[in-house]
């Protein structure tokens, strides 16, 4: 019985160190072939543009899946963005999964590229990095099977959110929308429209043609609680009016938010 136990105790100390020399593989960052064979489980390329090819390999990947006319998809490496938090160096990978058709990246006009997202930690003493959290077909961004704009914005000292910009026309409005993602797990933070306007319905001088605009200032000097910035949605332009069928009227309004634990988002907060 005895000599069992200790079987049992080698095989779960064995299975315990395999489980972690998996957890913590490392990558030097300018091995791009490396990086995307490993996080997407394939080693088969395009040798034109370096994508990966690969299948969806999970129920989920399925779902998310927009599988070019080739039967794979086609990921490659969009950018690699840099932030510090608490003296830590982390890195952003962001990959772009575009849909082909006859060797051209094709899409309906509301279909950007599919995006998926690694946050990778320095490691100290070997300088390369390690995944800390990996998302597969985190959105879906831009149009006509394009891309949109993906960077970073520091919310407070030691917080940053991924944005995700995107613009798009239709029916004659013009508008432009971003979105945040908190580092820490991916989850959106907040989002609004940027940008709208309806000179393509009806000129830049028609009564009713509205055009407002939308920035964010952040209060960087008051300390909160949450180590994130409170800070002011500034809104300056004119809106429709109240039928969407009459002349545009003023749009001018400062809105203070805050945020929420609770939700781990932006909240309006009370006047």
């Excluded at 899946?65 to 608490?86: C, E, R």
């Excluded at 000129?203 to 800070?231: C, P, Q, R, V």
């Excluded at 500034?234 to 429709?240: A, K, L, N, Q, Y």
């Excluded at 203070?256 to 907060?269: E, L, Q």
Aim: glycine share 8%; proline share 1%.
């Amino acid at each position: 019985m005895k000599k069992l136990i200790l079987f049992f105790g080698f095989l779960f100390f064995c299975s315990a160190l395999s489980g972690q020399s998996e957890s913590m593989v490392s990558f030097d960052l300018r091995d791009t072939q490396r990086l995307l064979s490993v996080l997407f489980d394939s080693g088969f390329f395009d040798e034109t543009n370096g994508d990966v090819l690969w299948k969806p390999i999970s129920f989920s990947d399925a779902v998310e899946a927009n599988l070019s006319d080739d039967g794979y998809l086609h990921t490659g490496l969009d950018t690699i963005l840099y932030f510090t938090t608490y003296g830590i160096h982390h890195a952003v990978a962001v990959f772009a999964t575009f849909h082909y058709d006859n060797g051209e990246v094709s899409d309906c006009h509301a279909c950007g590229a599919q995006l998926s997202v690694a946050v990778l930690d320095e490691a100290a003493v070997t300088g390369r990095w390690e995944v800390r959290q990996f998302s597969k077909h985190l959105a879906a961004l831009g149009g006509y099977g394009a891309n949109g704009l993906v960077g970073l914005l520091q919310f407070g000292e030691n917080q940053w959110a991924l944005s995700l910009d995107m613009e798009w026309f239709g029916q004659g409005i013009s508008s432009e929308y971003i979105e945040y993602r908190n580092m820490d797990n991916l989850e959106k933070v907040f989002n609004y429209v940027v940008h709208e306007d309806n000179n393509g319905v009806w000129g830049e001088s028609n009564e009713k043609t509205y055009l407002f605009d939308k920035t964010i200032h952040f209060l960087s000097n008051n300390s909160t609680k949450s180590g994130w910035w409170d800070f002011d949605l500034v809104t300056r332009g004119t809106r429709p009016g109240e039928d969407n069928d009459e002349k545009s009227i003023p749009d001018n309004v400062v809105e203070h938010y805050v945020f929420d634990w609770d939700t781990n988002t932006y909240m309006r907060a009370c006047p």
